[in-house]
């Protein structure tokens, strides 16, 4: 199921969007959370940037720039809940190595930098991060840093934050398949052995719960090859709200609509257990 919330920030007028804002500060949608139904994982796809830039006649990587202040408010606020246990950001995907080169190297930077500030607050929230998507790509600067992020939280347990870079869902499929294929040929695999189980432990993903929500900023309605079998139960949430503007108000707000929602996993709303003990 997918819904759409308005946008904050500048020219939000402008935009059309289902009316399921209140318009009330972040303490009061605070207040309204359960506590107990909150999503385990939530998946972002931090889109925006370049468009938030553009509307203040700055460039795009300001824009990003501007991003990382999110990033820092979101995991934080996430972390704070206490009941969501992954956050996983789509950081950047395997397509945008395509984008001009002086864009990919200031974004590269912008990991960097975030990375280094960042470690402190990690390691004060007890926060560990993670990665998928193929890394192997990054600028040896960048993956000595991030090598030793991952090493210094590899022990927290409080919230996993995961970024995928250079990240494609369907060549994270492709990949799990060859991993398949080559345990089925060495013997270690037998093909009637593989069920979905199996195939998900060989994802990127292997050691993480899917995805309960998914919020994309910026009004696109799309996952833009973001974590395809990992979300095929996954509440959605749209929101024209750009990545730079998305703040702990935001996030709330995605938040009691999951919550407001029935998740049935195929079934019957009779079928679900709360309706067949009365609750």
């Known amino acids: 199921m997918a819904t759409s919330i308005p946008r904050t920030g500048p020219n939000a007028d402008a935009c059309s969007h289902s009316a399921t804002h209140t318009g009330d500060s972040a303490e009061a949608l605070l207040a309204r959370i359960d506590p107990q139904r909150l999503p385990r994982h939530i998946a972002i796809i931090m889109d925006g940037n370049g468009r938030w830039a553009r509307e203040r006649g700055k460039s795009r990587i300001e824009g990003h720039r501007a991003g990382v202040e999110s990033v820092r408010e979101i995991t934080t606020a996430c972390r704070e809940l206490g009941g969501i246990k992954v956050l996983t950001l789509y950081a950047f995907s395997q397509e945008n190595w395509r984008r001009p080169r002086l864009e990919v190297r200031a974004l590269m930077r912008f990991l960097d930098e975030f990375l280094r500030k960042e470690l402190e607050t990690l390691t004060h929230n007890q926060i560990r991060l993670s990665t998928i998507g193929d890394i192997s790509r990054l600028p040896p600067s960048v993956l000595e840093t991030l ?12 919230m996993t934050l995961v970024l995928a870079l250079a990240y494609g869902g369907r060549q994270e499929i492709l990949d799990a398949v060859r991993r398949i294929a080559r345990e089925c040929v060495d013997g270690t695999l037998q093909p009637e052995a593989i069920t979905e189980e199996v195939f998900a432990a060989h994802l990127d993903t292997g050691n993480l719960p899917d995805p309960d929500l998914m919020i994309r900023t910026s009004g696109e309605l799309r996952i833009s090859n973001f974590l395809p079998w990992q979300m095929a139960y996954t509440e959605f ?3 024209p709200t750009l990545w730079p503007d998305f703040r702990r108000a935001n996030l709330y707000q995605a938040i009691l609509d999951y919550q407001s929602r029935e998740r049935r996993f195929g079934l019957t709303g009779d079928q679900m257990p709360h309706r067949a003990t009365g609750d």
Do not use: E, L, Y
């Open 147 to 158: 090598d030793g992020v991952r090493r210094d939280t590899a022990d927290f347990d409080a």
């Open 237 to 239: 949430v749209f929101t």
